[in-house]
T-cell receptor, first 116, second 115 residues
Framework: GENVEQHPSTLSVQEGDSAVIKCTYS??????FPWYKQELGKRPQLIID?????GEKKDQRIAVTLNKTAKHFSLHITETQPEDSAVYFC???????????????FGQGTILTVHP | EAGVVQSPRYKIIEKKQPVAFWCNPI?????LYWYLQNLGQGPELLIR????????DSQLPKDRFSAERLKGVDSTLKIQPAELGDSAVYLC?????????????FGEGSRLTVL
């Protein structure tokens, strides 16, 4: 089955700096890579995702890059703000037919702290 | 639009007692998932339903865990008997096969403490 490794486990930055979180995956058939943000005591929520037919996707201050050959993808947050502080999870899955992506395998999470 | 609803939010039980969690997915979502989240870890899939059919339950410890999704809507996850190591957050999520996205919508979770 799929295995997703995420680094670093904790990341501390000053407000305004950039933050980068990296993940590697094992299943070359995986073709969908979402990132979820989970604030303390809250539900995980999707912040951005990328499919294997593109190498980069950007949404305001966040971006995700994908290297299919190396089987790794990264989350980039620019101009970080204190409200970006949360746990971030990467995940990977393969299409399960139709537009369903079946089982998501999550990384271990990165605790991001943005200091004012 | 109402999100995924789970209950109870918190449950404290003695070991060897049974416990059940309930999930109501977003209306129209065919796919329902139960994930286990241990403290400081990412969610791990327990079972995935497509409508009322369990299509992936390979990670569900079937000796003590059971789940059902009658009529392809609400779902219940049961543990009997509970063990100390079952203390965790049980997350329910749902998604739509026809939305064109792979987004999972999670509930707030049910936090279980086994004493």
């Amino acid at each position: 089955g799929e295995n997703v490794e995420q680094h670093p486990s904790t990341l501390s930055v000053q407000e305004g700096d950039s933050a980068v979180i990296k993940c590697t995956y094992s299943d070359s058939a995986s073709n969908y890579f979402p990132w979820y943000k989970q604030e303390l005591g809250k539900r995980p929520q999707l912040i951005i995702d990328i499919r294997s037919n593109v190498g980069e996707k950007k949404d305001q201050r966040i971006a995700v890059t994908l290297n299919k050959t190396a089987k790794h993808f990264s989350l980039h947050i620019t101009e970080t703000q204190p409200e970006d502080s949360a746990v971030y999870f990467c995940a990977a899955s393969r299409s399960a037919g139709g537009t369903s992506y079946g089982k998501l395998t999550f990384g271990q999470g990165t605790i991001l702290t943005v200091h004012p | 639009e109402a999100g995924v609803v789970q209950s109870p939010r918190y449950k404290i039980i003695e070991k060897k007692q049974p416990v059940a969690f309930w999930c109501n997915p977003i209306s129209g979502h065919n796919t329902l998932y139960w994930y286990l989240q241990n403290l400081g870890q990412g969610p791990e899939l327990l079972i995935r339903y497509e409508n009322e059919e369990a299509v992936d339950d390979s990670q569900l410890p079937k000796d003590r865990f059971s789940a059902e999704r009658l009529k392809g809507v609400d779902s219940t996850l049961k543990i009997q008997p509970a063990e100390l190591g079952d203390s965790a957050v049980y997350l329910c999520a749902s998604s739509s096969r026809t939305s064109g996205t792979g987004e999972l919508f999670f509930g707030e979770g049910s936090r279980l403490t086994v004493l």
